[in-house]
């Protein structure tokens, strides 16, 4: 390989790389605006309209405003720790990225040009929850440094959140990696290809697995309904009570690159990717049929990020037990009983449409089941 | 070979730079930027406006411990679960004769997880409210 190869190689990196770090801030900042904009309307207020039109500009306005805040370093702190938390929040945050395919691309790569930092990585969903799952170390490190007794709860909860989700979602995903026979997310996203582009999608034979992956992915963005280890009621402001300015935006520009980390892989293992009826399910090297693609990819993306903020409004906050037992109790042997079924199916080489009526039915019989138990809790308790 | 197959893992160790580059940047930047006034308020741990009392640095229950150990045995069982589902649907996976015993194989393995699962719920490690 001589350095011509290497620099052929390098320059379509360094391109994806530089898009992905000039569209991250802005979409940290945009989502938070986004977000007071849902917010607002739900609760039939106005929201930020001061700035510009529409409020527009009050995302780049906090920006700056934060920018130039005093940056205050508590004396009790472990100085170092406490600097380097927020920093491996967003590296973690950011990381996560660089296997996640925003289009669609060839396989001769346009001659240089790619959607995706490091294409074709068989393993690249392996990597991605690796990754993901580190960036529990930011807030559990965030948390001890702080040397306040608030943090150090939000950040051990967090802790102990992240672990138990951790699993149903790991459980969920496999049904989604047998398909396709493969790890890599872009041949996962090409395995639900099909002539009209939506019965190929692995959301109708595995919606229980949709469901569990969705709850538990929901859970390690540490937002509502699962912000135990933030809840403002109890623990002031968590993992990070002691934070202020950039450091605090750093922490949060990592949780909305997680709300957008997750979208995307919601969209791309379970609907289809950028399949959509009446848009080419191949990929061919048309730059018109390449941005329609790309277009589909990204409205699926914010609306799973609409959907997720609006989550927020809709349900009440999760107490502790019932966050751990939601995910040891409920999603654990919900997705085993279903890897079970999968394995079956799948070994015998049978059908695959009875398994979205059973998963359906385990889902069922698991409401009722948990309703029955909640009732007989309640009895017990009057009873005493 | 070797030389080639590091290679290829090339944009990812770029990414890796410009990733640790952008957070070292954006968090030492604005400490140069902006004002400083210290003072012993300020630097005080945010209780809710009470004096902290004692140190942070205090044991914690048993409980999260005990979960962390479960999380080890079931990510454990889960990292052999995805050889197989990547091998069985592959054409250059699991040949078609294996299928069968490869499935009691696995049914034999969740069975053990199952167990696990058992033990540690009548060990009430899930239950958090004291009865």
């Keep these: 390989m001589n350095w011509y190869e290497i620099w052929a190689e390098l320059w379509p990196t360094l391109i994806a790389i530089g898009i992905i770090l000039a569209v991250v801030p802005v979409v940290g900042l945009y989502a938070t605006f986004v977000e007071r904009k849902l917010a607002a309307a739900v609760q039939d207020r106005l929201g930020p309209n001061r ?20 940056q205050i ?154 912000d135990l280890p933030e809840c403002e009621q109890e623990l002031v402001g968590g993992f990070h009570t002691e934070y202020g300015g950039i450091k605090f935006v750093l922490f949060f520009l990592a949780e909305y690159t997680h709300v957008v980390t997750v979208s995307f892989l919601t969209t791309l293992l379970f609907f289809g990717g950028w399949h959509f009826p009446g848009v080419p399910s191949e990929v061919t090297a048309s730059y018109g049929i390449l941005a329609l693609q790309m277009l589909v990819l990204l409205v699926k993306v914010c609306g799973v990020v609409c959907f997720i903020m609006l989550l927020r409004w809709a349900l009440p906050r999760f107490r502790f037990d019932q966050l751990m037992g939601l995910a040891w109790k409920g999603l654990i042997p919900l997705a085993m009983l279903n890897l079970v079924f999968l394995a079956v199916f799948e070994s015998l080489g049978w059908h695959r449409w009875p398994l979205a009526v059973l998963s359906v039915l385990l889902f069922v019989a698991a409401g009722y089941w948990s309703a029955w138990q909640s009732q007989s809790f309640v009895r017990k308790a009057s009873v005493t | 070979m070797h030389g080639l197959q590091a290679m290829s893992y090339l944009p990812i160790l770029l990414y890796l730079i410009a990733v640790i580059g952008f957070a070292a940047v954006s968090l030492i930047l604005p400490h140069l930027v902006a004002p400083r006034k210290p003072t012993t308020i300020k630097g005080m741990p945010y209780e809710s406006g009470m004096d902290p009392v004692g140190d942070t640095r205090k044991p914690l229950d048993v409980k999260f411990y005990l979960i962390a150990i479960l999380f080890l045995v079931f990510d454990i069982e889960l990292l052999f679960l995805y050889p197989w589902a990547v091998a069985l649907n592959n054409p250059e996976g699991i040949p078609a004769e294996y299928r069968i015993p490869v499935l009691w194989v696995l049914l034999v393995l969740l069975a053990t997880l199952g167990l696990a699962y058992i033990v540690a719920v009548k060990k009430g490690i899930f239950e958090w409210r004291r009865k």
Excluded at chain 1, 52 to 67: H, R, T, W
Excluded at chain 1, 171 to 179: E, H, M, N, R
């Design chain 1, 73 to 226: 370093i508590p004396s009790h702190v472990h100085t170092f720790i406490y600097m380097l938390a927020p920093c491996i929040s967003l590296m973690t945050a950011m990381f996560a990225l660089a296997v996640l395919p925003y289009g669609p691309t060839p396989v001769n790569y346009f001659g240089g040009l790619r959607f995706i930092v490091m294409p074709g990585l068989d393993i690249s969903l392996l990597i991605m929850f690796a990754i993901s799952s580190l960036s529990a170390y930011g807030i559990i490190l965030g948390g001890w440094a702080s040397n306040n007794k608030y943090s150090l709860y939000g950040a051990i909860r967090s802790c102990a959140q992240f672990i138990s989700y951790e699993i149903p979602m790991g459980l969920s995903v496999i049904g989604v990696i047998l398909v396709a026979g493969s790890m890599n997310i872009e041949t996962i996203v090409a395995s639900q290809g099909s002539g009209d582009g939506i019965s190929g999608w692995n959301l109708w034979w595995q919606p229980l697995a949709l469901i569990i992956f969705f709850t538990s992915a929901l859970a390690e963005t540490n937002r509502l309904p699962f």
């Design chain 1, 51 to 70: 700035v510009g039109p529409f409020g527009l500009f009050q995302a780049i306005a906090d920006g700056i405003k934060i920018f130039l805040k005093e």
